[in-house]
């Protein structure tokens, strides 16, 4: 049993160990801001990388949204019958997914996919030595493998987002109107009434945008400090998606504070 000098010389050490982990993130991610102009000289590589993180994760974005809507307007509509709203679940679904639902659950699902395959890929080339390869071949890795898969997850987060509340109106949409048979003119023009492009489409490009930023440099860091074994890749990739699961629910709660501290 440890006695509590030993307990406090562990916690000293884990909280040294974190502060040195931020310090270590944060200049890696100005670094990669630096390079970030050498990466988008190589345009095909963000492209690429873009192509890999944001079309191949279309069909579980899609298929998400459409479920999420589904649910959403059959719950809705079992709730606004009992007041007599039920005209009103467009602008319940819409708003739950422009605002909340729509961001954080497409940055959830992007960073379980592209996320842990990004610091899979990035850890399985630190392990076998292919970063020290271009190190030596004067490529600098951050440049070549690290920017262009930050900037790829970035640019291609606020599209998922937006393809997934879209799929999730139709869902809502699809269950209210056409199974339940909700007023198909009430449910649009509703929607169209209650959505703000400022505080509710517009701030949930914004959240979306912000998402990416903090999912992919969790993917890039994780990847890039990972241990060079088997053991210390699958350990990044647990470290990705816990960290980044966290990150999303922490950044929506302050983003949403000041967001819609002013909206009506």
Do not use: C
């Not at 931020?22 to 990466?39: D, E, N, P, W």
């Not at 990004?118 to 850890?123: D, L, N, P, R, S």
């Not at 350990?235 to 980044?244: G, L, N």
């Amino acid at each position: 049993m440890l006695n509590p000098v030993d307990w406090i010389t562990k916690i000293g050490h884990a909280t040294v160990d974190r502060i040195w982990r931020l310090g270590f993130a944060t200049r890696f991610f100005f670094a990669i801001l630096i390079y970030s102009g050498t990466s988008f000289r190589r345009l095909h590589l963000t492209i690429r990388e873009m192509f890999f993180s944001g079309v191949l994760s279309l069909l579980i974005i899609l298929v998400s949204g459409l479920f999420v809507g589904l649910v959403l307007g059959l719950q809705g509509y079992e709730t606004l019958q009992r007041y007599g709203s039920t005209e009103a679940l467009g602008t319940l679904v819409a708003l739950s997914l422009t605002r909340e639902l729509g961001p954080v659950l497409a940055a959830l699902l992007f960073a379980s996919r592209a996320g842990s395959s990004v610091t899979a890929e990035i850890g399985l080339m630190k392990a076998t030595e292919q970063l020290k390869a271009m190190d030596m071949m004067a490529v600098n890795p951050i440049a070549r493998v690290v920017a262009p898969r930050f900037w790829g997850g970035v640019i291609a987060m606020p599209f998922l987002a937006a393809m997934f509340s879209a799929m999730g109106i139709f869902g809502g949409w699809l269950i209210g109107v056409v199974f339940i048979g909700v007023d198909d003119g009430a449910f649009w023009s509703q929607m169209q009434a209650s959505v703000d492009f400022r505080y509710d489409i517009w701030n949930g490009v914004i959240k979306s945008f912000v998402f990416g930023v903090a999912v992919s440099l969790i993917a890039v860091f994780e990847g890039y400090d990972s241990a060079p074994t088997a053991e210390g890749v699958s350990r990044a990739i647990t470290r990705t998606v816990v960290t980044s699961a966290l990150t999303i629910l922490a950044l929506d709660f302050v983003l949403t504070s000041f967001m819609f501290r002013g909206a009506s």
